[in-house]
């Protein structure tokens, strides 16, 4: 028995119907057909009522089918754990981390280094929160969270236990904004009493850094929010646009505020600060994370 042959009853319980089913399954109908008579006759009964429209499954079939989806997941689950066992073995750490610092920070970071560690980002990351960040890390998911962090509260505390961090660095979040002719922002902070934003997801840290920040400040105007995102990249494209005013790293808007592009929507005391932080489990005591957290402590700030 092959196992295809499970993918492909899979399917064809899925769509009740042969053809969609091997047309998901990228094959002519044909030798799907085949394949799921040869299945039928290696397991000795009849798994498809082919007299029915659509067509259904036999007593056996729906049987079958558990075991079918049972079977799928534990390879799917088995590849999953070949996949980091090898990883572990090649030294290859993971590390998870929002889109804006895999592009604006740790290139140059890693850059500083004069023998770069074997870290390779996990891309599945970049749309996460910051809970969903630590629920991967303790499951094990990743090896390494690469993360903003607030200095001060800010109402969203993640759970960190069992977990280690090193600081590596500062960030600012500055609201910027499309300016006008004349360079002035189009859309300014100060002296306004309501402004459009594009806005951070609001179950994030960044939004709730952000809004802790301007309730510490006492005098923020009010927001008509025209977009919400996790992604940095997201909001500097709808400010660039001129929607709306929003906050970015520094970091990622650094050479937009140079050339004229883009402008501070608002003096410093606008600006909130965020540091950035690396994550471990603090039992994870395989040698590549070993060795890589000690050179930590030697490394580039």
Not at 105 to 120: E, N
Not at 194 to 219: N, Q, T, V, W
Request: charged share 25%.
């Amino acid at each position: 028995m092959e196992l295809r042959w499970l993918e492909d009853f899979i399917a064809l319980a899925h769509t009740r119907h042969f053809s969609r089913a091997a047309e998901q399954q990228n094959v002519t109908q044909p030798t799907f057909s085949r394949r799921i008579k040869l299945l039928e006759e290696e397991m000795g009964t009849t798994l498809v009522n082919r007299q029915t429209l659509p067509l259904s499954l036999t007593p056996a079939g729906e049987e079958f089918l558990s075991l079918c989806h049972d079977v799928s997941r534990r390879v799917t689950e088995g590849r999953r754990r070949l996949t980091q066992l090898a990883e572990r073995q090649s030294g290859q750490l993971r590390l998870a981390a929002p889109q804006s610092l895999l592009i604006h920070f740790m290139p140059q970071w890693l850059g500083q280094w004069s023998t770069p560690p074997p870290v390779a980002p996990y891309l599945r990351a970049t749309g996460w929160l910051v809970d969903d960040y630590f629920r991967a890390l303790a499951r094990e998911e990743c090896d390494l969270v690469l993360c903003y962090w607030t200095p001060m509260p800010c109402g969203i505390e993640p759970d960190t236990e069992g977990f280690e961090a090193r600081h590596l660095d500062r960030e600012r979040l500055i609201p910027v904004s499309l300016p006008e002719a004349d360079g002035r922002p189009r859309f300014s902070l100060d002296g306004a009493s309501r402004l459009p934003l594009i806005a951070y997801h609001p179950r994030g840290l960044i939004d709730a850094a952000i809004r802790a920040h301007l309730a510490r400040l006492g005098e923020a105007p009010e927001f008509s929010i025209l977009n919400e995102s996790i992604q940095s990249g997201n909001i500097r494209e709808l400010v660039a646009l001129g929607y709306g005013l929003g906050w970015l790293p520094e970091r990622s808007v650094r050479d937009a505020l140079a050339a004229g592009s883009l402008v501070p929507a608002g003096g410093t005391r606008w600006q909130v600060p965020l540091e950035i932080r690396l994550y471990r489990r603090a039992d994870d005591d395989r040698p590549a994370v070993t060795t890589f957290w000690d050179a930590l402590s030697t490394a580039p700030p």
